[in-house]
Structure formats: structure tokens, C-alpha cells
């Protein structure tokens, strides 16, 4: 490792790939996950030699791809005669190292080879034909296209239907199984036709296995268990990634699932969701280990080209050290990578920012304590906002305003943490207030943080705000800004949620940020909507459920930044794995309020029996937005917890 003396809050450039992968505005880019996916690797190793091989090339980039394309494949051994575009705004600047010069000069270059950076080329190859230096053969980003049967649109390469991919971490070894659920989703924006895609990459990078699972028909469920591909291609042990291709897709572009990481005959138990199909610059949120606990950030390359050392760097939140993890990282392969090695001084409840220079996508964090393990994720660490002082004054129409909302699990059971997580390099301060509601939504404690500074990491244990909410079954609590200590702020509002069982001491965990909730105001892409413009004021969640001998445990949060409707009207609608409805529930949650609820006491054993061990529930409310978490429960007190997805 080697440390820095460099402020990690601005934008440090520690080797970070520059490219474009996501924008707030525009969402992901398709050109980067067409030039990285893993199936395309053979053609680009074709492409890059024939332009090394080439006496002269020269670059027609009308599209401003080509230096994207350079940061992820290496063009060193390539003669570049110029680089030529097509907007007369573009010229002069510098691509490849080279000023930008009018496509009408390209004849001048002399090349021998015109590399087109752009796909769906034919139309621009032939808008230069005339250009084209006497001899020069062309070739384009056309010859990294996939295979026919792997492409959604053929007619527009890019559409993001083309690329709904996404990682998983996935193992299989020494007890310890992950199972991966979803469902066809893809079916209620009218897809007739799905398949996944998948291919299993070993610890060291190193494909194990290919395959094609076609999806049934409808809202079916989707269940990929480690154990059962490991026995159906007679696999090793092995602790990687899944990357999952779904193909003829309609209406959502990411692939979203649960991922369970448990063991059959040990006490382990947790559950994450999808990883975010777009590698970030930075992450936050990893929490610290306590004394007696080990926390393994997993480093899983999401990019066909390795990272470098010092590519992955680590810095405790708010400080200015950065500390580079100095090992190199082969394409696509997965390495642990134990915060300890780097920051050893580094307690619980400090946190702490990861540089990922855009290699890797959403990670995961295994928490090791007492010979149990969970598994979490970070957040995405933004940089590109800066404070908002409209959102100090939007009280009078938005009530709350942000809200970030998470369980109080019932107290008999299990302990409650928070501690607030800066998400943006700039958000140098984080004025929060914490409010305790029990199921009714009556506020039962109210805990001011104050303006926390960005080094000044503050657990708050529920325990004793909850003395004076009697016998509470449940409850939740909403994080939201604190104006009388601060108004800096940008609605990224973060936070980690810890659980613990008071008995066997096995904790869960989750991160999430705050959203403006149930008003029919908007501000900017406020209220948050699964699809469409905002407001997003419906639900529908999908609940995967624990294999027996596990239960599943749900806790809904119905938050409101103002009054909305007095009551939820929220049905839970037990499916087969067809996703045929086999039986179905009313519940009514109380504005502002919660539910705890499991499915083995709202179920009973005969409808579990006709759904099946591929079950799942979707919730759905027409009537308002509701937050959600779920997990699993087991003997000895094992359990999970992650907030839920929609679509």
C-alpha cells in the first residue's frame, strides 16, 4: 500500500478511467457497456490488432467515442495520423493527444486505415466515402457488435435494451452458497420473449461457465442458486461473479434481483440486492470494523482490461489520507481486499470512501464477527452535486421535504442503529434529525444530530429514544434535514442501518437515501417513479421468499413529506413460480406509519404448499408510495435485511 497526503474530497485523479459510464440526467451510457462486455472480447482483440497493424490510421470520431474507447482498450501500438470530426464545435480540441481537425481534410491524411469510432456506422461511412484517402480500407466500433441472438434491437445498437446487463457476486464454496431471485419483470411492459444471458467468472477472472436460461412466459419468477449451477457444469468451489444478460427485454434496462448469501449448516445469513449496472468514480458508507470483527471489501473487476495497482484506493471519511490497494487486478476477477491492511486504526462507527477510479461496479462488504458473516453494499459517492439552497425553503409546499425511512425491527428482538453517511464529495457538512414513529405514525422520540461534520461519523442506538414508546410491537424511524443547524444541503441524504439480534448477537445491515414522498408537487425528479415522469405515487415491490426451513420477514414504511391518504390500501399477492396469483391479502397501513409483518403468519402452510418453493409476493398499492425492506429468518437467531426494489 503507499499513502498520500491528497484531499480524497476533490476529485482526486487516482487513475480513474475517463469515460463516461452514468449521468444523473441521461442515465446509463450504452457505448460503455458495448465496448466492455465479456462477450465481445474476441473481436476487439481482432480489431486492435488490425489497427496496429496498419501503417497510418485515421480516426473519424463524430460521435466523441474515441476517447472512451482508448481508456478501455490499448491503442499504444497504433499509428494515428489525426483525428478527424464532425462538429466544427469540436474542432481544435485535444483527442488522443492529437487537435481535432474538419472530417473534410480526412483525404489529406494519407491513411491507410479510417477507423469510424461510432456503431450503426454504415450511414456516416458513407457520408465521407468521397473523403477517403486514395486506397485507405474503413472499419468501425460495427465489428464489436454481438451476436445476432444477443441483441434486443438490432435496428439501434445502443438502445439501453440491448445492454440491460448487470454483475452478481456469486460463490459457491465451503457451505457458503448465494442465490440470486428475481422475476420477469420485462413481461409487464409487454416482452414476449426473455432470456438471460449468463457467464460465471472464477475468482482469478477466468470464465467457468456459459449458459442461456430462457424465461418462462409472464410475470414468472427467476431463481439462479449457486449450488445447482455448480452440479449442473461439475464445478469446483469457486467465489466470483455472475454477469447477467437479459435479452428481449422491454420497458427496463437494468436487471434487478435479491442476492441471499447463507450457509445450510452454519449460522451466516444476509442479503443484498443488485449491484448497479454502472461503474462509479467513488463509493462511501463502508463501515469501519468494531474490535472484534473483519470487514473484506470484495473487489470484483467489472471490466475486460485489469485494474492497475493503486487503481482501488481507501480513505476514512473526511480525512485527507489516501491509501492505494497496490495489487493489480486481472480482468473480470474478484479479490478480498481487507479494510484492516489498509487502515488499520479504522473502529466502527467511522466510515470510509473507496476510489474506484469506475472499474467496478456497486461492490460488496463481508462483515465477519464470531464466526458468523454478513454481506452489505456501499452507495454511490457523488460528484456532481453541490448544495441546493431551494431545498431550505421547499417546507411550505413539501412538509418533511427528503425523507429517509428504515425499520425499528421489534424491539424485543432486535437493537436498532443509525449512522448518518456523507454520499457527495462536496457535502463537507450533514445537518440531520432522526424522528421515531411507532405503527401509527405517531412520533414517539426525536434525536438531533446537529451539523455533523464530514469526519464526525455518529452511530445513534434507537434503544433510548424507545423508552418512552411503551410496549412499541414495531415502528420506524425517518431520517430528514435539520434547517436550524444547517442549510447546505443536496438531497442525497445517506444513511447505514444496523441490526442485531439481542440473543446470538447476528447483526444485518443496509444503506439508503432519502426521497420526497406521497405529494403531488415534484421538484426536479421528485417524487421518485419506478418509470415515467414524477410524481411516483403507486407501488409495487417484489418480495422474494426464504426456502424452509427460513421464514421472510417484511417491514413497509408508508412515509408522506405531507398528509396523503389516511391509509394504505396494499395488497399482498402470493404468486407460483408461473407467476399464477395463488392467494392474496389486504393490509391497510396508517399514513406516516409501518408494518412489520412475516410470511409465515400471514400465509398459511396450504397456500405456501400451492405456491411453492419458487414463490414470491409482489406488493401493490395504486394509492401511494411505500418503502420497503425484507429479509430472512432462520433458528438461533440468524437473520437478513436489505431494502426491497420495484418496477
Known amino acids: 500500500m503507499s499513502r498520500r497526503p491528497k484531499p480524497f474530497s476533490s476529485k482526486p485523479d487516482l487513475m480513474a478511467l475517463k469515460i463516461e459510464t452514468f449521468s444523473s440526467l441521461k442515465g446509463g451510457n450504452s457505448f460503455f457497456k458495448a465496448v466492455t462486455h465479456p462477450a465481445v472480447a474476441d473481436q476487439t482483440a481482432r480489431l486492435i490488432q488490425r489497427l496496429a497493424e496498419a501503417p497510418s490510421v485515421a480516426i473519424y470520431d463524430p460521435l466523441g467515442?474515441?476517447?472512451?474507447?482508448?481508456?478501455?482498450?490499448?491503442?499504444s501500438a497504433t499509428r494515428i495520423g489525426g483525428v478527424f470530426v464532425q462538429a466544427v464545435t469540436d474542432l481544435g480540441q485535444e483527442r488522443l493527444g492529437l487537435a481535432t481537425q474538419p472530417v473534410t481534410d480526412l483525404a489529406r491524411s494519407n491513411a491507410d486505415l479510417v477507423f469510424v469510432a461510432a456503431f450503426d456506422a454504415e450511414r456516416l461511412i458513407q457520408q465521407i466515402a468521397h473523403l477517403l484517402p486514395p486506397g485507405a480500407e474503413v472499419t468501425s466500433l460495427d465489428a464489436l457488435r454481438l451476436e445476432a441472438d444477443l441483441v434486443t434491437n438490432p435496428r439501434s445498437y445502443l438502445d439501453p435494451l440491448n445492454f440491460a446487463t448487470n454483475f452478481a457476486f456469486f460463490r459457491d464454496r465451503d457451505g457458503s452458497h448465494t442465490r440470486i431471485v428475481t422475476a420477469n419483470y420485462w413481461s409487464n411492459y409487454g416482452a414476449k420473449q426473455t432470456s438471460l444471458a449468463l457467464t460465471l467468472f472464477d475468482a482469478a477472472g477466468q470464465v467457468l461457465a456459459r449458459w442461456r436460461e430462457p424465461l418462462a412466459p409472464g410475470q414468472s419468477a427467476v431463481v439462479i442458486d449457486s449450488r445447482t449451477v455448480r452440479a449442473r457444469f461439475d464445478l469446483p468451489a469457486f467465489e466470483g461473479q455472475l454477469f447477467i444478460h437479459a435479452i428481449g427485454g422491454a420497458g427496463h434496462d437494468v436487471v434487478k434481483y435479491a442476492l441471499d448469501t447463507f450457509e445450510e449448516d452454519g449460522p451466516s445469513l444476509s442479503c443484498t440486492h443488485d449491484a448497479n449496472a454502472w461503474p462509479a468514480d467513488f463509493y462511501a458508507g463502508l463501515p469501519a470494523p468494531r474490535a472484534d470483527e473483519r470487514v473484506v471489501l470484495w473487489v470484483q473487476n467489472s471490466l475486460p482490461i485489469a485494474i492497475p495497482a493503486g487503481g482501488i484506493a481507501l480513505n476514512l471519511m473526511g480525512h485527507n489520507e489516501v491509501v492505494t490497494f497496490d495489487d493489480e487486478v486481472a480482468p473480470f476477477a474478484t479479490v478480498p481486499l481487507d479494510v484492516a491492511s489498509l487502515l488499520p486504526d479504522a473502529r466502527w462507527p467511522q466510515q470510509i470512501e473507496i476510489a474506484a477510479g469506475k472499474y467496478v461496479v456497486r461492490p460488496r462488504y463481508e462483515v465477519t464477527r464470531a464466526g458468523r458473516t454478513r454481506?452489505?453494499?456501499?452507495n454511490v459517492e457523488r460528484t456532481d452535486l453541490k448544495p441546493d439552497p431551494r431545498i431550505a425553503e421547499l417546507g411550505p409546499l413539501f412538509g418533511k421535504g427528503f425523507i429517509l425511512p428504515a425499520p425499528i425491527l421489534p424491539p424485543g428482538q432486535w437493537s436498532s442503529h443509525v449512522l448518518p453517511t456523507p454520499m457527495a464529495l462536496t457535502q463537507a457538512t450533514l445537518p440531520v434529525e432522526a424522528t421515531l414513529y411507532d405503527p401509527a405514525g405517531r412520533a414517539i422520540g426525536t434525536h438531533r444530530f446537529g451539523s455533523l461534520g464530514r469526519h464526525e461519523s455518529v452511530a445513534l442506538e434507537l434503544d433510548g429514544l424507545l423508552a418512552g414508546g411503551g410496549d412499541l410491537p414495531w415502528g420506524h424511524v425517518e431520517l430528514t434535514y435539520d434547517f436550524a443547524a444547517g442549510k447546505e444541503v443536496d438531497g442525497w441524504l445517506h444513511a447505514l442501518f444496523r441490526y442485531q439480534d439481542r440473543a446470538s448477537g447476528h447483526a444485518a445491515e443496509t444503506s439508503f437515501g432519502a426521497h420526497i414522498f406521497n405529494t403531488v408537487l415534484t421538484y426536479k425528479d421528485e417524487p421518485q417513479s419506478y418509470a415515467g415522469r414524477p410524481p411516483g405515487l403507486s407501488t409495487r415491490l417484489f418480495l422474494r421468499l426464504g426456502q424452509a426451513p427460513l421464514d421472510t420477514i417484511c417491514h413497509l414504511v408508508y412515509p408522506a413529506s405531507t398528509p396523503w391518504h389516511p391509509l394504505s390500501q396494499t395488497d399482498l399477492a402470493l404468486l407460483d413460480a408461473t407467476g399464477r396469483e395463488v392467494a392474496r391479502r389486504r393490509v391497510e397501513i396508517p399514513c406516516g406509519g409501518s408494518l412489520f409483518w412475516r410470511y409465515h403468519?400471514?400465509?398459511?402452510?396450504?397456500?405456501?404448499?400451492?405456491?411453492?418453493?419458487?414463490?414470491?409476493?409482489?406488493?401493490?398499492?395504486?394509492?401511494c408510495r411505500l418503502f420497503g425492506y425484507h429479509g430472512l429468518a432462520g433458528a438461533g437467531g440468524r437473520f437478513s435485511l436489505d431494502h426491497m426494489f420495484g418496477f
Open 65 to 75: 467515442f474515441a476517447t472512451g474507447f482508448a481508456a478501455l482498450r490499448d491503442l
Open 375 to 378: 454481506v452489505a453494499h456501499p
Open 601 to 623: 403468519e400471514t400465509f398459511p402452510a396450504d397456500e405456501r404448499t400451492a405456491a411453492g418453493p419458487e414463490a414470491y409476493v409482489v406488493i401493490r398499492d395504486t394509492t
